[in-house]
């Protein structure tokens, strides 16, 4: 732990990608979307957070439509909306038009929620915004006619990596697995977030107000209370999108990377830095907690999401996850 997190008050402002979680990966039965979103979207109304952006892709709502009331939801409590895509795959597994087109797909099915916010937001898919300088600047111009900013992400944690260890855990029903799993998640949360703010701090000088992720999975509706109680006992102050977005750790682009990273560990790597990251052992602690036989964790997310969503969007299937 960093002793001097009490004296370095952190701003962050909290957004939530993907409430309705992407086709293939699985929940407990008792869970809907929806069931999620209202309380996601209730706890941070609790914490005051309310207009916190929301970026979910709209592929499901193609096949079920009842998926469309989550989104609904998001806005009726008071929260805002940014385009994700449709289908929620990253640029480089596009040609320009094809993503130009699953962009405006997710218009057709959300466009009328997200002009209801203050400000339009884009996020690319998994943060990735292509190795290709020249395809990255051609989307940004496009988004930026239609009205659009790209809001990144500068701070997250990894909490993919506790959806399936918490499903199993749960439809084992195994309750100390499930604490064990929910507490790794809050202290994962914290510890990252520090990580993030002391690399933005080394690269820029002083901390900067950080745009943090956590995903509307059934973990983040059991414990986003405790990580902003967490947050908010280390000094933490919540700032909107809008504000966040005023730093050049938010609104710069640093070099294309091809990597799964986000636009804090971009910087990071371009400047020789090595990036702020989950240690490896704790994120296999947590990968291999609960298993069932046929319900691994890396090979769900291979085998269920990542490579059906390439076969969709006809691209070779290519993805590194370090």
């Known amino acids: 732990m960093n002793d001097t997190r009490a004296d370095r008050p952190l701003k ?29 979207a209730r706890t941070l109304n609790d914490y005051g957070l309310k207009g916190t952006y929301g970026f979910s892709h709209t592929y499901r709502i193609e096949n079920e439509p009842e998926q469309m009331e989550a989104f609904e939801a998001w806005a009726e409590a008071g929260h805002h909306l940014g385009n994700h895509t449709h289908q929620h795959a990253p640029l480089r597994w596009m040609p320009d038009a094809a993503f ?50 790209t809001a990144p992400i500068t701070s997250w944690f990894s909490d993919f990596a506790f959806i399936m260890p918490y499903f199993r855990a749960v439809t084992l029903g195994d309750k100390d697995v499930q604490k064990q799993v929910r ?17 933005a701090h080394t690269l820029f000088g002083a901390d900067a107000p950080l745009i943090w992720l956590v995903h509307g999975t059934t973990i983040s509706r059991d414990t986003l209370a405790p990580i902003l109680e967490a947050f908010l006992e280390r000094g933490v102050e919540f700032v909107t999108l809008d504000e966040a977005m005023k730093h050049p750790v938010n609104f710069g682009k640093p070099p294309c990377n091809e990597s799964f990273t986000n636009q804090l560990q971009r910087f990071a790597l371009a400047a020789g830095l090595p990036k702020p990251e989950l240690d490896v052992e704790r994120l296999a602690e947590i990968l291999n907690l609960a298993p069932i036989p046929g319900l691994d964790t890396m090979a769900t997310y291979e085998e269920r999401m990542f490579k059906p969503l390439a076969k969709r969007v006809g691209a070779e299937y290519d993805w590194d996850w370090s």
């Open 12 to 40: 962050i402002a909290v957004t939530i990608d993907d409430f309705v979680l992407w086709d293939g990966v699985p929940m407990p039965d008792d869970t809907t979307p929806t069931d999620i979103t209202r309380s996601v």
């Open 100 to 149: 130009r087109c699953d962009f405006e797909t997710a218009e057709k099915y959300i466009g009328h929620l997200i002009d209801a916010a203050p400000s339009k937001y884009f996020r690319y898919p998994m943060d990735m915004s292509s190795g290709s300088e020249r395809r990255r600047g051609e989307v940004e111009n496009y988004l930026a006619d239609r009205g659009y900013r």
């Open 183 to 199: 507490d790794l998640h809050v202290s994962t949360a914290v510890d990252m977030l520090y990580q993030h703010a002391d690399t």
